[in-house]
């Protein structure tokens, strides 16, 4: 069973950044993009566990710091010719507030 979780006010989240929470063992990094959409994935590149809350976020899309890949930011999935995937979390925005469903 899931529930939704409140994380923060949207403005403390940098427009064309991220802010890294943990949850349990598992480290989310919730996105927000140039056009205010808001995402949340695991905080671990598909190829070697980059911290993708330290990449460079254009349109809806992550480059990891470490190798350059691409991950798309609603599906988790590595983009162009690389292959993985890390998890994506469903996110809502009420009165401002960011929650997470997990
Ligand atoms: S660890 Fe992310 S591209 Fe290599």
Redesign the pocket.
């Known amino acids: 069973m899931s529930n939704w979780y409140k994380i923060t006010e949207v403005d403390n989240i940098p427009s064309m950044g991220s802010r890294k929470i943990e949850f349990g063992d598992t480290e989310i990094a919730i996105f927000k993009t140039k056009d205010g959409s808001i995402f949340a994935i695991n905080n671990v590149?598909?190829?070697?566990?980059?911290n993708?809350s330290e990449?460079l976020v254009h349109e809806h899309i992550v480059t990891?710091?470490?190798?350059?890949?691409d991950?798309d930011l609603a599906s988790g999935e590595a983009l162009g010719d690389?292959h993985g995937c890390t998890n994506v979390y469903k996110t809502k925005i009420e009165d401002n507030i960011v929650y997470l469903e997990i």
């Not at 590149?45 to 980059?50: A, D, F």
Request: one cysteine or more; a neutral charge.
């Open positions: 590149c598909p190829h070697k566990q980059g993708l990449g990891c710091p470490l190798h350059n890949w991950v690389d």
